[in-house]
């Protein structure tokens, strides 16, 4: 079937111009794909309304079944059975399948904010990511009945893609923020090595068809470069990017991952490709890619300048590619739709709309807009190229924040940013308004400014992100608290909002000569990976000891390892 | 208080008689204009005098203008250097005092200040310093032609293909004769210039004489940005499996290192393992695009320091480097001059590149730009410099140092090279290509 294309999408963009009331989302979120059947049958993780959607190929609609209160991650043990994650409730769910409907078998508690989800057939068991918590767990499926937490391995950062190397018997997990990759030993359990790479945002690792490289998709953030207009329009400062890294230097912990590998840029002057996300080879010299950010499917060799890229739906993500009807699978995560294309005229060939007909909100509409490249001069970047799904890169930007180049600053996260004015390291904006208004401009370098309606939809968006709960130790926490108020902290990160509106003379002066900085708000801070105006702190241990950030003598690690616990939920 | 004191001390002034009332306020604003120079110096140049300094020097060339002698007093003094408000009132009486019958006016008095200091200072307008900037940002934006003369007239000497006289039906050799109306005929090239530049999108009406054709063309033009590319289309030349590469680098611009990728892209698969960057002739002021350009060349590390007034900055390169694996050469000469320099000596120090030709120009300084009083008028000083190694003494006056390469002919070679009819630049390229081949034989590839 020929689906009019151009009818559709103008059914989908129709629902969603209509204007509706600030409000909870109806969008589902297609956030994972899978094949089964021999690539009859679909199955969909979504996101939001924690459903799977399992769709027979020969049919138009799927079949829901809710199993959770989010889908964060999904992975297929074999066709009748699935492990998902729950990322609110933070459990691990075993799924039976039966005909197009699924129903819970069983559940399992695991370290917070479990997501991404991977199969390993020779223990069968899932290794599953918790990004917050800084965990992969091992979870042994019994007699596929039940689930069983065998083993965990702590990570230095957040975890979020993960690919097995099934030979050799290693993981490779990747950082869901910045730039880390770290393998982990599944036969010792243990972590093997940590490296960094000049990246940031790895969206997906897959294996080549040869089998000897890793490919992945990232943004690379140039720290020599900064946001002025050529920087931006040459492709200097940020940009997309697929590496190849080499599996045998993936192997090797002493070995430098760079060196070696193959980098290739997405994207030209004139044509940016803002956020990559999924990547599928197709042949050694043809891949296929989804650019979140363009809303777009490209097809390239990466050796060739030629790049065939065409128009999808709103922020296409997961894709996967089923081989029985020789078509790639997207799913459209913020148009709720799943596309099909066809691999002979790489041409899209069917969309299913999975909530066809709802309105969306504000938040959504806000939403659409922070993950749009088309919010900056030649879609080269979204909001999220930086503000990692709201978060943050962990890098620091020679930006204009600050009214001039030269002094980079460090990326804020905009998890928990409601009501911390003034903005900006130097405190002068003193709306969030204005500052979107002067990152648009200064940075991202949009030409026109944003319409009043769709300022107010983002900054809704914005507005509504709130950092992770993380779990604390009550009594460790209550001696930070103590402690917190004892070092007098309070007098600029005062309790609330745990900022103020000033700016001080911390001791700190950066490159341009400027002394006096607002104090970021402490909300979320445990997220962070660097710390002060331009990250020269990497933890509290050093901000504190080293940087002599405001204490009059040094701090013991019992009083440390206390305030970080405090820091990790200031208002409970 | 201070305010009134001057206020009064002016009126006293008045009173006696020695100077009419509008000279004062001239007083007043040329010392505004001398302070705030004074203060972008101090401020912006890389090594400035002490206000002391500057202060005596003014004095000199002040009294120099009046045709007098200086006073044995009025030098300025530690506590009026202190303070703004002295200062401006030592300022103030020197010029009172100065303010001769041959009048000099301190426009001119700022402009000899800054031939006084080190460093290539020098005043420029600030629409040409814009221009400047867009240049080195590949975003010039103009008619896109270069401007000549021919018998006192304006003419297109040069149409840049793909511009927009050239997308409009200009050619090179229209004389220009009327811009917007105007008879440009008997103007300046400058003048005709500044006719000619104006806003992207913006229209100018041409009116051009080309030969053969009877009467005016009229052609209306769309100011846009005009297409200049960074360096020339490549060369290989080809040896047993040993292929190398050389391209011409014209401007140091912010489209050079995505010429470079596209370059690095294009030669993939064509068994070419070192390439020559011939940057002869070749300067820029601008120490960012140089800075842009060795991150993009240097696999990781350390590869200089950024000097300014308010500090210096480590300079450390991402790790990701184009034309990795392959060995590289740039070619200087004695017009391989500011950042150039410093890119030159960096990537022989940290990529190993082999430099070929002549002694460089031996002054490795950008410059920056910052506008003066009124707006119209850029102050441009040394601003950064880029060192392989920081120098010791970071107070020490500005001392440049050339590169010299370590393949080099030296005049009695070039002679006999003339003699005997051959092209210096040809030997010279031929001796780069050997000395890279050496080098990629004996597997060395640039610590990539």
């Given at each position: 079937?020929?689906?009019?294309?151009?009818?559709?999408?103008?059914?989908?963009?129709?629902?969603?111009?209509?204007?509706?009331?600030?409000?909870?989302?109806?969008?589902?979120?297609?956030?994972?794909?899978?094949?089964?059947?021999?690539?009859?049958?679909?199955?969909?993780?979504?996101?939001?309304?924690?459903?799977?959607?399992?769709?027979?190929?020969?049919?138009?609609?799927?079949?829901?079944?809710?199993?959770?209160?989010?889908?964060?991650?999904?992975?297929?043990?074999?066709?009748?059975?699935?492990?998902?994650?729950?990322?609110?409730?933070?459990?691990?769910?075993?799924?039976?399948?039966?005909?197009?409907?699924?129903?819970?078998?069983?559940?399992?508690?695991?370290?917070?904010?479990?997501?991404?989800?991977?199969?390993?057939?020779?223990?069968?068991?899932?290794?599953?990511?918790?990004?917050?918590?800084?965990?992969?767990?091992?979870?042994?499926?019994?007699?596929?009945?039940?689930?069983?937490?065998?083993?965990?391995?702590?990570?230095?950062?957040?975890?979020?893609?993960?690919?097995?190397?099934?030979?050799?018997?290693?993981?490779?997990?990747?950082?869901?923020?910045?730039?880390?990759?770290?393998?982990?030993?599944?036969?010792?359990?243990?972590?093997?090595?940590?490296?960094?790479?000049?990246?940031?945002?790895?969206?997906?690792?897959?294996?080549?068809?040869?089998?000897?490289?890793?490919?992945?998709?990232?943004?690379?953030?140039?720290?020599?470069?900064?946001?002025?207009?050529?920087?931006?329009?040459?492709?200097?400062?940020?940009?997309?990017?697929?590496?190849?890294?080499?599996?045998?230097?993936?192997?090797?912990?002493?070995?430098?991952?760079?060196?070696?590998?193959?980098?290739?840029?997405?994207?030209?002057?004139?044509?940016?490709?803002?956020?990559?996300?999924?990547?599928?080879?197709?042949?050694?010299?043809?891949?296929?890619?989804?650019?979140?950010?363009?809303?777009?499917?490209?097809?390239?060799?990466?050796?060739?300048?030629?790049?065939?890229?065409?128009?999808?739906?709103?922020?296409?993500?997961?894709?996967?590619?089923?081989?029985?009807?020789?078509?790639?699978?997207?799913?459209?995560?913020?148009?709720?739709?799943?596309?099909?294309?066809?691999?002979?005229?790489?041409?899209?060939?069917?969309?299913?709309?999975?909530?066809?007909?709802?309105?969306?909100?504000?938040?959504?509409?806000?939403?659409?807009?922070?993950?749009?490249?088309?919010?900056?001069?030649?879609?080269?970047?979204?909001?999220?190229?930086?503000?990692?799904?709201?978060?943050?890169?962990?890098?620091?930007?020679?930006?204009?924040?600050?009214?001039?180049?030269?002094?980079?600053?460090?990326?804020?996260?905009?998890?928990?940013?409601?009501?911390?004015?003034?903005?900006?390291?130097?405190?002068?904006?003193?709306?969030?308004?204005?500052?979107?208004?002067?990152?648009?401009?200064?940075?991202?370098?949009?030409?026109?400014?944003?319409?009043?309606?769709?300022?107010?939809?983002?900054?809704?968006?914005?507005?509504?992100?709130?950092?992770?709960e993380i779990p604390v130790d009550s009594q460790l926490h209550e001696e930070g608290r103590h402690l917190f108020t004892a070092l007098n902290c309070t007098r600029c990160h005062e309790p609330g909002l745990w900022t103020s509106q000033e700016v001080y003379d911390v001791g700190m002066v950066d490159e341009?000569?400027?002394?006096?900085?607002?104090?970021?708000?402490?909300?979320?801070?445990?997220?962070?990976?660097?710390?002060?105006?331009?990250?020269?702190?990497?933890?509290?241990?050093?901000?504190?000891?080293?940087?002599?950030?405001?204490?009059?003598?040094?701090?013991?690690?019992?009083?440390?390892?206390?305030?970080?616990?405090?820091?990790?939920?200031?208002?409970? | 208080?201070?305010?009134?004191?001057?206020?009064?001390?002016?009126?006293?002034?008045?009173?006696?008689?020695?100077?009419?009332?509008?000279?004062?306020?001239?007083?007043?604003?040329?010392?505004?204009?001398?302070?705030?120079?004074?203060?972008?110096?101090?401020?912006?140049?890389?090594?400035?005098?002490?206000?002391?300094?500057?202060?005596?020097?003014?004095?000199?060339?002040?009294?120099?203008?009046?045709?007098?002698?200086?006073?044995?007093?009025?030098?300025?003094?530690?506590?009026?250097?202190?303070?703004?408000?002295?200062?401006?009132?030592?300022?103030?009486?020197?010029?009172?005092?100065?303010?001769?019958?041959?009048?000099?006016?301190?426009?001119?008095?700022?402009?000899?200040?800054?031939?006084?200091?080190?460093?290539?200072?020098?005043?420029?307008?600030?629409?040409?310093?814009?221009?400047?900037?867009?240049?080195?940002?590949?975003?010039?934006?103009?008619?896109?032609?270069?401007?000549?003369?021919?018998?006192?007239?304006?003419?297109?000497?040069?149409?840049?293909?793909?511009?927009?006289?050239?997308?409009?039906?200009?050619?090179?050799?229209?004389?220009?004769?009327?811009?917007?109306?105007?008879?440009?005929?008997?103007?300046?090239?400058?003048?005709?210039?500044?006719?000619?530049?104006?806003?992207?999108?913006?229209?100018?009406?041409?009116?051009?004489?080309?030969?053969?054709?009877?009467?005016?063309?009229?052609?209306?033009?769309?100011?846009?940005?005009?297409?200049?590319?960074?360096?020339?289309?490549?060369?290989?030349?080809?040896?047993?499996?040993?292929?190398?590469?050389?391209?011409?680098?014209?401007?140091?611009?912010?489209?050079?290192?995505?010429?470079?990728?596209?370059?690095?892209?294009?030669?993939?698969?064509?068994?070419?393992?070192?390439?020559?960057?011939?940057?002869?002739?070749?300067?820029?002021?601008?120490?960012?695009?140089?800075?842009?350009?060795?991150?993009?060349?240097?696999?990781?590390?350390?590869?200089?320091?950024?000097?300014?007034?308010?500090?210096?900055?480590?300079?450390?390169?991402?790790?990701?480097?184009?034309?990795?694996?392959?060995?590289?050469?740039?070619?200087?000469?004695?017009?391989?001059?500011?950042?150039?320099?410093?890119?030159?000596?960096?990537?022989?120090?940290?990529?190993?590149?082999?430099?070929?030709?002549?002694?460089?120009?031996?002054?490795?300084?950008?410059?920056?730009?910052?506008?003066?009083?009124?707006?119209?008028?850029?102050?441009?000083?040394?601003?950064?410099?880029?060192?392989?190694?920081?120098?010791?003494?970071?107070?020490?006056?500005?001392?440049?140092?050339?590169?010299?390469?370590?393949?080099?002919?030296?005049?009695?070679?070039?002679?006999?090279?003339?003699?005997?009819?051959?092209?210096?630049?040809?030997?010279?390229?031929?001796?780069?290509?050997?000395?890279?081949?050496?080098?990629?034989?004996?597997?060395?590839?640039?610590?990539?």
């Amino acid at each position: 079937m020929r689906a009019p294309l151009s009818l559709l999408l103008l059914m989908v963009m129709g629902a969603g111009s209509t204007l509706l009331a600030e409000g909870s989302s109806h969008l589902r979120v297609p956030s994972s794909l899978e094949i089964l059947d021999g690539g009859n049958t679909i199955l969909v993780g979504l996101e939001r309304s924690g459903e799977i959607a399992l769709l027979d190929r020969s049919e138009e609609t799927p079949q829901y079944s809710a199993v959770a209160e989010e889908i964060s991650g999904i992975a297929p043990v074999h066709d009748q059975l699935f492990v998902a994650t729950d990322g609110v409730r933070h459990r691990a769910l075993l799924l039976q399948r039966e005909g197009l409907k699924v129903h819970v078998v069983d559940e399992l508690k695991l370290p917070h904010h479990p997501q991404e989800v991977i199969h390993d057939p020779v223990e069968n068991a899932c290794w599953i990511a918790s990004s917050w918590a800084r965990t992969i767990s091992m979870v042994e499926i019994l007699e596929e009945e039940g689930l069983y937490l065998r083993h965990r391995v702590e990570l230095p950062f957040e975890p979020g893609q993960m690919l097995l190397l099934e030979e050799e018997r290693r993981l490779v997990v990747a950082d869901e923020f910045g730039g880390k990759v770290a393998v982990l030993d599944l036969e010792a359990r243990s972590l093997e090595s940590v490296r960094s790479l000049p990246a940031h945002n790895i969206r997906d690792l897959r294996l080549s068809l040869d089998g000897e490289r890793v490919l992945m998709t990232h943004q690379r953030l140039n720290a020599n470069a900064r946001t002025s207009f050529p920087d931006i329009h040459w492709g200097l400062a940020l940009t997309n990017a697929v590496r190849a890294l080499r599996v045998e230097d993936l192997l090797d912990p002493r070995r430098n991952l760079v060196h070696r590998s193959d980098l290739w840029l997405v994207g030209d002057t004139g044509a940016g490709a803002a956020d990559p996300h999924d990547l599928i080879p197709l042949s050694p010299d043809l891949h296929a890619l989804t650019l979140a950010g363009t809303d777009e499917l490209a097809f390239s060799s990466f050796g060739d300048p030629d790049v065939t890229r065409l128009s999808l739906g709103n922020r296409p993500t997961a894709m996967v590619f089923n081989a029985a009807h020789l078509e790639l699978i997207v799913a459209n995560s913020l148009s709720d739709q799943i596309m099909f294309v066809d691999l002979e005229t790489q041409k899209i060939h069917q969309v299913l709309s999975l909530s066809a007909g709802e309105e969306s909100s504000a938040r959504d509409r806000g939403e659409r807009l922070f993950f749009s490249g088309e919010l900056s001069h030649d879609r080269w970047m979204s909001c999220h190229s930086c503000h990692s799904d709201g978060h943050s890169n962990g890098l620091v930007a020679d930006t204009f924040g600050d009214g001039a180049f030269g002094a980079a600053k460090k990326i804020p996260s905009l998890l928990g940013v409601t009501g911390t004015k003034p903005f900006g390291w130097l405190g002068n904006k003193p709306s969030l308004e204005v500052q979107l208004a002067g990152t648009l401009e200064g940075t991202m370098r949009r030409s026109l400014p944003l319409t009043d309606q769709e300022s107010a939809d983002l900054l809704t968006f914005v507005r509504s992100l709130e950092p992770p709960e993380i779990p604390v130790d009550s009594q460790l926490h209550e001696e930070g608290r103590h402690l917190f108020t004892a070092l007098n902290c309070t007098r600029c990160h005062e309790p609330g909002l745990w900022t103020s509106q000033e700016v001080y003379d911390v001791g700190m002066v950066d490159e341009l000569g400027v002394d006096q900085f607002n104090p970021p708000s402490l909300k979320g801070t445990t997220t962070q990976r660097i710390l002060f105006h331009d990250g020269r702190a990497v933890d509290l241990e050093e901000a504190l000891n080293v940087h002599q950030h405001q204490v009059d003598r040094e701090l013991s690690e019992r009083e440390i390892k206390a305030l970080w616990e405090f820091l990790k939920q200031p208002g409970s | 208080m201070f305010d009134v004191i001057r206020a009064l001390l002016i009126a006293l002034v008045f009173l006696v008689g020695s100077l009419k009332a509008e000279s004062y306020n001239l007083v007043i604003d040329e010392a505004a204009l001398l302070q705030d120079a004074i203060q972008q110096i101090e401020r912006n140049h890389l090594r400035p005098p002490s206000r002391l300094e500057l202060a005596n020097r003014l004095r000199q060339l002040a009294w120099e203008a009046a045709g007098e002698k200086p006073e044995s007093d009025g030098k300025l003094t530690e506590v009026e250097a202190r303070s703004e408000r002295r200062f401006r009132s030592w300022l103030e009486n020197l010029l009172f005092k100065t303010h001769q019958d041959e009048y000099e006016n301190a426009l001119q008095l700022r402009e000899k200040l800054v031939a006084t200091l080190s460093g290539r200072c020098q005043l420029v307008r600030a629409k040409d310093y814009h221009v400047q900037e867009q240049i080195a940002g590949s975003r010039y934006v103009g008619v896109g032609i270069r401007l000549g003369e021919r018998k006192g007239r304006p003419v297109v000497s040069q149409l840049i293909e793909g511009g927009p006289l050239d997308l409009a039906g200009g050619a090179n050799g229209d004389e220009i004769h009327f811009v917007d109306g105007n008879d440009v005929r008997n103007a300046s090239v400058r003048d005709t210039v500044d006719l000619l530049r104006g806003p992207e999108g913006s229209l100018v009406d041409l009116h051009l004489a080309r030969r053969g054709q009877p009467g005016l063309i009229h052609l209306q033009v769309q100011r846009g940005v005009v297409p200049i590319r960074a360096m020339g289309d490549e060369k290989i030349i080809e040896g047993e499996g040993t292929h190398v590469a050389y391209v011409d680098v014209k401007l140091l611009q912010a489209s050079l290192v995505p010429e470079l990728r596209a370059l690095q892209q294009k030669l993939t698969g064509q068994r070419v393992r070192g390439l020559i960057l011939d940057l002869r002739g070749v300067g820029g002021d601008d120490a960012h695009q140089a800075r842009i350009l060795l991150d993009a060349l240097i696999p990781g590390g350390d590869f200089g320091y950024l000097v300014r007034r308010s500090g210096s900055q480590r300079l450390v390169a991402g790790e990701d480097a184009l034309f990795p694996g392959m060995a590289l050469a740039a070619m200087v000469d004695e017009n391989t001059v500011g950042p150039m320099e410093w890119v030159a000596a960096s990537l022989r120090e940290h990529r190993g590149a082999i430099l070929a030709g002549d002694r460089t120009a031996g002054f490795p300084f950008s410059h920056h730009g910052t506008e003066l009083i009124g707006g119209d008028t850029v102050l441009i000083q040394p601003e950064a410099m880029l060192a392989t190694q920081l120098p010791r003494d970071t107070s020490a006056p500005l001392r440049p140092e050339a590169v010299q390469p370590e393949i080099s002919l030296g005049k009695e070679v070039k002679k006999e090279i003339l003699k005997g009819g051959y092209s210096i630049d040809e030997i010279l390229l031929q001796e780069t290509v050997y000395a890279l081949r050496k080098r990629i034989w004996s597997g060395f590839a640039n610590g990539i």
